[in-house]
């Protein structure tokens, strides 16, 4: 349609219907994702790991929910409410909190007006009534999905598409995958806060791009993995030096030894010897990730 985006997220003269497909496009996108997945293991018949395989199940539907996500305005009910509706299709916990930080305040603040509206006497619009009242049903019943978090090696997608499978397929489970890079969040948001060439800052606080638009994207996207321990401690604290841009050092998160005996409390099989050993490289990148995750969790 050549017709241009009106205030409730439709296109002008018959494009609009097309976005309230996008939930169906994307069931039928996961279940196809999912099949082809098993179709490839049954037809591996050495069995074993297939990671080589995973790598050529690609994600090709979040790159087109993102483009609904940033067209959707901080009142465009509609687009709110479609991308709410694909992001428990998909399992995709970190995209519906993005969606939910939006849409909430401003559910609340329309709810207000809406009732100061009836109180004076006004007509108030029943499409955009009903609009965001569907959003805010598509909101309360995600919340209902409990949200885990998962740490997975990028060397592994094998591991993390099993995993989607049974938690989104048959549990339908919201899915937050980390540790990540968004330990350099705060730095990047600051960065480009600052900048005066794409963005410009809102009233309260948020980006906004040069169209109005709230710019709620993640710097990160697509590098949410583990740590990986499969190195020396070199390259180890490459990884730890480019999520934190330098500001810290291995030593500071992990020790360079521990006791086993210190276990005990948590694990009736750890060992019980009281001398310190040192901490392998795969002992000190598991609990960068957690400790990552944590951060991320709880800043």
């Keep these: 349609s050549d017709g241009k985006t009106s205030s409730n997220g439709a296109k002008g003269k018959g494009g609009g219907s097309l976005y309230y ?47 609904v996500m940033r067209r959707a305005g901080r009142d465009n009910w509609r687009l709110i409410d479609i991308g709410i509706q694909c992001c428990v299709i998909l399992g995709d916990g970190r995209r519906l909190q993005r969606l939910a930080m939006r849409a909430a305040p401003n559910l609340t603040r329309s709810i207000v007006s809406k009732e100061t509206d009836k109180g004076s006497g006004g007509a108030g619009a029943r499409p955009e009534s009903l609009a965001m009242s569907r959003a805010m049903t598509s909101l309360m019943d995600a919340a209902e999905a409990p949200t885990i978090r998962v740490i997975n090696l990028e060397r592994r997608p094998d591991r ?17 995958s980390g540790p990540c890079a968004r330990l350099r969040r705060k730095a990047l948001i600051a960065a480009r806060h600052h ?22 994207s993640d710097p990160d996207d697509g590098r949410h993995f583990a740590f990986d321990g499969r190195c020396g401690r070199d390259e180890l604290e490459e990884q730890l030096q480019w999520r934190l841009e330098g500001k810290g050092t291995l030593q500071d998160f992990v020790r360079a030894k521990w006791r086993p005996s210190e276990l005990k409390a948590f694990d009736r099989n750890a060992r019980d010897g009281f001398e310190l050993v040192p901490t392998s490289m795969t002992e000190r990148a598991c609990s960068l990730s957690h400790i990552a995750r944590r951060a991320v969790c709880y800043p």
């Design 195 to 216: 900048s005066k060439t794409s963005f410009i800052g809102s009233p309260d606080g948020k980006n906004v791009d040069k169209g109005g638009r709230e710019d709620d």
């Design 160 to 176: 993390m598409l099993d995993f989607m499978a049974c938690a989104v397929g048959r549990e339908q489970l919201m899915v937050v």
């Design 21 to 67: 497909m996008l939930p169906i496009c994307c069931s039928a996108y996961a279940t196809i994702a999912r099949r082809r997945w098993d179709t490839i293991k049954l037809g591996d018949a050495a069995g074993g790991r297939r990671t080589a395989s995973a790598f050529t199940v690609r994600d090709e539907f979040t790159s087109i929910l993102d483009s």
